[in-house]
């Protein structure tokens, strides 16, 4: 695989001895995780390609559009605003974070107790292993928990184009000041980045582009609601994981073309697990490429992920950002309004969270909800026994799993997750 692009890796300073060892790893996980899956939709087919191409092709796509002077932004969260991003005929890309590498060199910058995922930020950096991260014309760091906005003090002396944008911690009318004026700051940024100036015309462009991909990604949500389910968790969330690299328009497209497929699924009642199979609701920490442990030991236990209440997932694209505005104010206050709305548990307090999980518990008719906490996250961590008191509280059942990006507790979740599908299937006989 390596022959075609190794002249492009290696411009882009990559260590191609560790990029090939990752490569060699991701396409064995991939190939265990998911081409085993039975019946997977044909239209799995694109996604499956995008990620065999994910180091290669759309990088060398990356690479072309920076040619004909155009951006790349990287980012690391679902606040910063695509948007924006798009309104300046620039790309934003999601950086790696799902797995841990060079874990020795992360541990001398930053506490053995940090979270696996900002870790992982460091090591794909430290590791030379991340051609997103050596491609951006920017890095946007967002202050959201202590862990991400600490880091990247240090993580400002690896990527000096790092750019940090701050973020309310209340949902009350100073922290939407906040967040507008950081808007405003981070889209005067992207100006001076691209040399566009951004009108309400481009402004329009990119929430229409960015509100097409959430509306795909609804549209599969809701075929996810079918017993039997059409298409596995982990299939959805791969593709929600796509959203974040694929080029928006053609992603939107082949979500599209998934969805009909599965809406002839669900007429003849085809589906990846048999009817009647349990349910589960995943809520909690993002899970980014290739962070597919958990959603494995789930769904290789004989149940069914039907949603996820995540970043990677419904709660970084349930809301579109209205586009009625005549103005570039008036679309920047919209902008301001939908990302408002991202329920993150940085926020104190933060019910609407809670309540969108019960919501998508009801929606998607689950049986059970699996709680997912990387350790050593204090705002999920935290906010997890709230969501599972109150959840169980209303007959919800719901399991909370605390763990990290190694597969050392893997037989242990395992006896876990079994147990907790076993007290959902009895609750369902009953
Ligand atoms: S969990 Fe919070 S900090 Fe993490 S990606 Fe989502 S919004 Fe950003
Ligand atoms: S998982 Fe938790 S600790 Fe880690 S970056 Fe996200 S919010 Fe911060």
């Not at 890309?93 to 460091?122: M, Q, Y």
């Not at 090591?123 to 491609?135: A, D, T």
């Not at 967002?142 to 002396?157: A, F, I, P, Q, R």
Request: charged letters at 25%; proline letters at 4%.
């Amino acid at each position: 695989m390596s022959g075609e692009y190794e002249q492009m890796w290696r411009d882009l300073g990559l260590n191609l001895e560790a990029h090939d060892a990752l490569l060699g790893v991701l396409g064995k996980g991939y190939e265990d995780i998911f081409l085993s899956q039975k019946n997977r939709p044909a239209g799995m087919d694109y996604f499956n390609f995008v990620m065999s191409e994910v180091h290669s092709l759309r990088i060398k796509e990356l690479l072309e559009s920076q040619k004909a002077g155009r951006k790349v932004i990287g980012s690391f969260c679902v606040f910063v605003p695509e948007e924006i991003v798009r309104a300046a005929d620039a790309t934003l890309v999601g950086l790696c974070t799902g797995a841990d590498f060079a874990t020795e060199e992360v541990e001398k910058l930053l506490p053995r107790n940090t979270c696996s995922l900002i870790k992982s930020a460091f090591g794909f950096k430290l590791g030379q292993v991340c051609p997103y991260i050596e491609s951006a014309d920017m890095i946007v760091g967002e202050n959201t928990c202590d862990g991400k906005k600490k880091s990247y003090e240090v993580l400002k002396t690896l990527v000096p184009n790092l750019y940090v944008m701050d973020l309310p911690q209340m949902k009350s009318s100073e922290g939407r000041a906040v967040l507008k004026a950081e808007y405003e700051r981070f889209r005067k940024a992207v100006e001076d980045l691209t040399g566009v100036t951004i009108d309400a015309q481009r402004l329009r462009k990119g929430i229409d582009i960015v509100n097409g991909k959430r509306k795909a990604i609804h549209r599969l949500s809701a075929l996810r609601k079918a017993d039997p389910a059409p298409i596995s968790g982990l299939d959805a969330l791969l593709i929600n994981q796509v959203y974040f690299y694929d080029d928006p328009i053609r992603f939107t497209d082949s979500v599209n073309k998934i969805c009909t497929e599965l809406e002839g699924r669900n007429k003849a009642q085809v589906g990846v697990f048999p009817k009647g199979a349990p349910r589960i609701l995943l809520s909690g920490c993002p899970m980014a490429v290739p962070n597919w442990k958990l959603p494995w030991i789930i769904e290789t236990s004989g149940a069914v992920i039907v949603g996820e209440e995540s970043c990677v997932g419904e709660r970084g694209t349930r809301n579109l950002t209205n586009d009625s505005g005549n103005t570039v104010d008036e679309l920047m206050e919209a902008i301001v309004d939908r990302y408002f709305q991202v329920d993150c548990a940085i926020f104190r307090p933060n019910p609407d969270r809670l309540e969108h999980v019960r919501q998508m518990y009801t929606t998607y008719a689950a049986d059970g909800v699996i709680h997912y906490g990387l350790q050593f996250c204090q705002p999920y961590q935290i906010e997890s026994l709230q969501v599972e008191r109150a959840l169980e509280e209303k007959g919800i059942a719901t399991l909370r799993i605390d763990t990290d990006y190694s597969m050392e507790d893997v037989e242990q979740l395992k006896t876990r997750v079994e147990a907790f599908i076993e007290r959902i299937s009895s609750r369902r006989a009953a």
